[in-house]
């Protein structure tokens, strides 16, 4: 009975493996491997555009008065408020350090004075003077971004440089104290252009809109220093202005060249099942 049920058994055995064996095993193919696109890094170049509006603080202006030995300040020396427009090219450095050079135009700053006096007509005279600067500032800067809090980057930074001061003509004209009918016949004097010593200190704040575009809101206060501000004319200047401070509100864009970093999926390529064959 062993003998026999050992027998039935190797008959099994020897079927299951000649049928095993009859079986098709599909060989296995790996899928590709997916390739990583490379990506360019940022080039950190930039471009940057800006508008302003400044509340101008002029320190005081001296002229003249009859002879050069006669040297006095105006009795008041006002110059308003008035616009910029800017633009610039920078790098970013890293994530913390940048830097730039800029050049802005400050469009024409009325400036009112008054002297007081003898004049032509009386012993007693006030003098109105007006005219107007315009300015073109070239500065060289450096920021540090304090950090990244969602979109916005706040900053600090410092920028050195020169501005042309453009002076027009200056017209005074003088009038009794006590009769202000009663007037000399209005001097223009020539007005004075030249460079100027500068340095300006900005704080403000970035804003992310897109990978390669940053908005600026900041505010910078520009000292320029004193210069020549008109010629002599009719026993009077010539005169020179002691500087102005700039307290400027600005709004501006800024470009980055390069920094979008595009990658492209590619889904992998489809691998048919097959199932196994049976010969």
Partial sequence: MKKMLSGVFAVLAAATAAEAADVYQPEVIQAPAIEQPVVAAASGWYLRGDIGWGYNDLRGAHFYQGSN?????????????????????GYQINNYLRTDVTLDYMFNADFEGSTSGGCGVAADCVSTDRSSLSALSLLANAYVDIGTYGI????????????YVKWDDLENTSCENGDPTNCDPTVTHKGKRNWRFTYALMAGASVDLACNLKADAGYRFRHVT????????????????????????????????????????????????????YK
Wanted: include cysteine; aromatic fraction near 10%.
């Fill in 152 to 163: 916005v980057t706040p900053y600090v930074g410092a920028g050195i440089g020169g501005t």
């Fill in 226 to 277: 004193g210069g020549n501000m008109f010629g002599y004319a009719m026993n009077g200047g010539p005169g020179s202005d002691k500087g102005f401070y700039t307290h400027e509100a600005r709004l501006g864009l800024r470009y980055m060249l390069d920094a979008c970093q595009e990658a492209t999926y590619m889904p992998p390529a489809d691998i048919p099942v097959q199932q196994p064959v």
């Fill in 69 to 89: 030995a006669n040297r006095r300040s105006f009795d008041s020396a006002d110059l308003k408020s008035s616009f910029s427009l800017g633009g610039g090219v």
